[in-house]
């Protein structure tokens, strides 16, 4: 069955202070992760999209890497306004379906 | 570009009565999506629209449950009659294909009473 758990559940920082964010997934056959923000009281925001093993992305204070068991989110430097719910979600190649399964998320405090 | 917009942004409805959801996805988009979260879970499938059509609808969770795209544009999720385990945020998305980014919409959230 296809699964994604992300560590951890929540995450504090100080300002300035750098982490990883994980995502381990299990699936028959990869299309893509992608990687969403999300603040309370909206609908996901979208970050990234990977597709293969070595893959990275990189926007402003975050990247994204891709093994084939494992995804990171690395945010370099955080600011308070980093402060959110990341989401990671996989889809899969099965079915024809653009289903995506996703993980419960890990929610960043960023302190001043 | 507008983004996905959905409609109402909550709804409050007593047990057994009916509600009707409503999505709008980005202009160009054949591929719409369903998606609920229910308090304490992941955001879960419930359906997936190629234009008109279901091309997945293995996550509705049961027949009181009914999803249409009329033409192949905005899309309505109907819950019939309401139960207390369906409340929750419904949330839609669109993509352009299979495989690129979902859009989402900022979700309706739904108490059953």
């Known amino acids: 069955e296809d699964q994604v758990t992300q560590s951890p559940e929540a995450l504090r920082l100080q300002e300035g202070e750098s982490s990883s964010l994980n995502c381990s997934y299990t699936v028959s056959g990869l299309r893509g992760l992608f990687w969403y923000r999300q603040d309370p009281g909206k609908g996901p925001e979208f970050l990234f999209t990977?597709?293969?093993a070595g893959e990275e992305k990189e926007k402003e204070r975050l990247k994204a890497t891709l093994t084939k068991k494992e995804s990171f989110l690395h945010i370099t430097a955080p600011k308070p306004e980093d402060s959110a719910t990341y989401l990671c979600?996989?889809?899969?190649?099965?079915?024809?379906?653009?289903?995506?399964?996703f993980g419960q998320g890990t929610t960043l405090q960023v302190k001043p | 570009e507008a983004g996905v917009t959905q409609f109402p942004s909550h709804s409050v409805i007593e047990k057994g009565q009916t509600v009707t959801l409503r999505c709008d996805p980005i202009s160009g988009h054949d591929n719409l999506y369903w998606y609920r979260r229910v308090m304490g879970k992941e955001i879960k499938f419930l359906l997936h629209?190629?234009?008109?059509?279901?091309?997945?609808e293995s996550g509705m969770p049961n027949n009181r449950f009914l999803a249409e795209r009329t033409g192949g544009t905005y899309s309505t999720l109907k819950v019939q009659p309401a139960e207390l385990e369906d409340s929750g945020v419904y949330f839609c998305?669109?993509?352009?294909?299979?495989?690129?980014?979902?859009?989402f919409g900022d979700g309706t959230r739904l108490s059953i009473l």
């Open positions: 979600a996989v889809q899969g190649l099965a079915g024809n379906t653009g289903k995506l399964i």
């Open positions: 998305a669109s993509s352009q294909g299979l495989g690129q980014p979902q859009h």
């Open positions: 629209f190629v234009k008109e059509s279901k091309q997945d």
């Open positions: 990977l597709y293969s």
